[in-house]
């Protein structure tokens, strides 16, 4: 087996996107993976579980016997198809198992016997995991980081779509970053963030890109923690502060929280099931902020919340929304976040609205262009 060829070029896989086939338990690949892999394991979680127990208690022979009682015959057989077929379709696909070890060498051998060679990932699952953080600890240390801030409803996440330079943390969490910033379908897995937002970025620096902008966040995105590395880089980063009028951030609001959501629900649960969950949602994102607001503020933002939530359901319109939006951005978002910019005021860079930090950014870019040229 140890004559079969072995994948040593991790960066190509990523950059490339060269499809993988992920050998491991469907427990292990739910807890993380790579987006170009697909699980075609070589043993479900119950076989696993069983192969485990006999290595702790009679040793690896035992297992690696049990492990060939399990896959035999006709389950090896119907396995053995899966692998063939996804080859057929993708006759350049790599394998690989947790550490490139006895599951991948035991299905490459068996594929070798069938007549397709196809070589293993060396190291597996942990040596491209590795790869990868490494490849965010470096662009967190060696990049140049700008944090477009702003009020809640500024319409910053917009606004990155028409930067070059941007990275949308938000949209690899799949969430919004805030309270009411959940999406429906759920948030990936912390590993599968990590490396999703770690291959963006090694693809990025590999056409010679240093500079990135990020949206201010926290730690946390919904439940996806940023790496702490960049994190810290994002805290110690120069920022652009863009202002926007209070109407305009609540009308945003209403747009993105309200109006956007209301549909993606309904496109995704349908009409008599999408409507409950979304009115579901908007309630219980505001009861997460009822220690914070205090009870008394927290009844009148329901009160209006479920008012606009029973006009939206007999009408459609979802105007009324914005009286519980003001009021939320006036007294928790909106002193929330000036206490916050005070704090970090000597960070600030440059400040101005949509227009002029837009034009800020494409300044930037445009000269970090003019330098690359230079140098090349």
């Given at each position: 087996?140890?004559?079969?060829p ?6 190509r ?16 690949f739910?807890?993380g ?5 697909i ?71 068996w ?14 699952y ?5 790869f ?16 477009l ?20 943390l ?30 963006e ?12 902008v990020?949206e ?11 790496p702490?590395?960049?994190?810290e ?17 609540a009308?945003?609001?209403?747009i ?8 993606r ?13 979304f ?61 916050q ?33 230079s140098?090349?």
């Amino acid at each position: 087996m140890s004559a079969l060829p072995q994948a040593t070029d991790l960066a190509r896989i990523f950059l490339e996107d060269v499809p993988l086939i992920d050998l491991r338990a469907p427990i292990e690949f739910k807890d993380g993976a790579f987006p170009s892999a697909i699980n075609l394991p070589l043993m479900t979680d119950e076989e696993r579980a069983q192969v485990g127990t006999c290595f702790k208690q009679q040793g690896q022979a035992a297992a690696i016997a049990l492990g060939h009682q399990l896959v035999g015959g006709a389950v090896r057989a119907e396995r053995m198809e899966s692998w063939l077929a996804q080859l057929r379709q993708q006759p350049d696909a790599l394998l690989y198992c947790f550490r490139g070890g006895l599951r991948s060498q035991t299905v490459q051998q068996w594929l070798h016997e069938a007549g397709v060679t196809r070589p293993r990932v060396a190291g597996g699952y942990k040596e491209l995991r590795r790869f990868l953080m490494d490849t965010q600890d470096k662009a967190s240390a060696e990049c140049h980081w700008t944090v477009l801030t702003g009020m809640t409803g500024s319409g910053k996440t917009h606004m990155l779509a028409k930067v070059a330079q941007a990275v949308d943390l938000e949209g690899h969490a799949h969430h919004r970053g805030s309270s009411f910033g959940q999406l429906p379908g759920g948030q990936p897995s912390n590993i599968n963030f990590e490396n999703k937002l770690a291959i963006e970025l090694l693809k990025r620096r590999h056409l010679g890109e240093h500079a990135f902008v990020v949206e201010d966040e926290s730690r946390l995105i919904g439940r996806c923690a940023l790496p702490l590395n960049l994190y810290e880089a994002m805290c110690q980063a120069p920022l652009v502060v863009v202002d926007v009028p209070q109407e305009e951030r609540a009308e945003q609001i209403r747009i993105d929280y309200v109006q956007d959501l209301w549909q993606r629900y309904l496109e995704m649960y349908g009409a008599e099931d999408g409507w409950p969950l979304f009115a579901a949602y908007l309630t219980d994102a505001l009861a997460r902020l009822k220690r914070r607001l205090g009870d008394k503020d927290h009844r009148e933002l329901d009160a209006l919340m479920q008012a606009a939530l029973a006009e939206q359901a007999r009408s459609g319109n979802t105007e009324l929304h914005l009286a519980w939006i003001r009021l939320l951005l006036t007294r928790y978002y909106d002193p929330m976040y000036l206490y916050q910019l005070d704090n970090k005021r000597e960070r600030v860079h440059f400040r101005g609205d949509k227009q002029a930090c837009l034009a800020f950014f494409a300044e930037q870019h445009a000269n970090q262009a003019n330098q690359k040229s230079s140098i090349c």
